[in-house]
Nanobody
Framework: VQLQASGGGLVQAGGSLRLSCAAS????????MGWHRQAPGKQRELVAG???????SYRDSVKGRFTISRDNAKNTVYLQMNSLKPEDTAVYYC??????????WGQGTLVTVSS
C-alpha cells in the first residue's frame, strides 16, 4: 500500500488548510486511516483517525478545529484544519492499516503556521 499526501503549506494563524491522502496499491480492505504529526524536537502524535465504518477520534488539542473525513470509494482521507495555531506547525503524516493499527505510512507534508 502506498500513501500519497498533499496539501501542506504556509498559513497565518487563524487560517485554514486541507490535507489529502490517497491510498494505492493493495488498498482494498483498509480499515483505519488517519493523520499523525511531528513537530521539531517532539514525538510523533496521532491527530485524528477514521475507520471505514466512520468512527472518528481526535486528539483534544484539535477538537472543534480539525475535521477528518474519508472517501472509501477513492481510498482517500482528508483533514480539514481550521483556526490554525502556531503550535500546529509540524510535519503531518498520513497513515493507514487493515485493522486497528497504523502499519502503512506516507511521506510527510509540512504545515507551517505563522503567528
Amino acid at each position: 500500500v502506498q500513501l500519497q499526501a498533499s496539501g501542506g503549506g504556509l498559513v497565518q494563524a487563524g487560517g485554514s488548510l486541507r490535507l489529502s491522502c490517497a491510498a494505492s496499491g493493495s488498498a482494498f480492505g483498509i480499515n483505519l486511516m488517519g493523520w499523525h504529526r511531528q513537530a521539531p524536537g517532539k514525538q510523533r502524535e496521532l491527530v485524528a483517525g477514521i475507520t471505514s465504518a466512520g468512527n472518528i477520534s481526535y486528539r483534544d488539542s484539535v477538537k472543534g478545529r480539525f475535521t477528518i473525513s474519508r472517501d472509501n470509494a477513492k481510498n482517500t482521507v482528508y483533514l480539514q484544519m481550521n483556526s490554525l495555531k502556531p503550535e500546529d506547525t509540524a510535519v503531518y503524516y498520513c497513515a493507514a492499516g487493515p485493522s486497528r493499527a497504523y502499519i502503512y505510512w506516507g511521506q510527510g507534508t509540512l504545515v507551517t503556521v505563522s503567528s
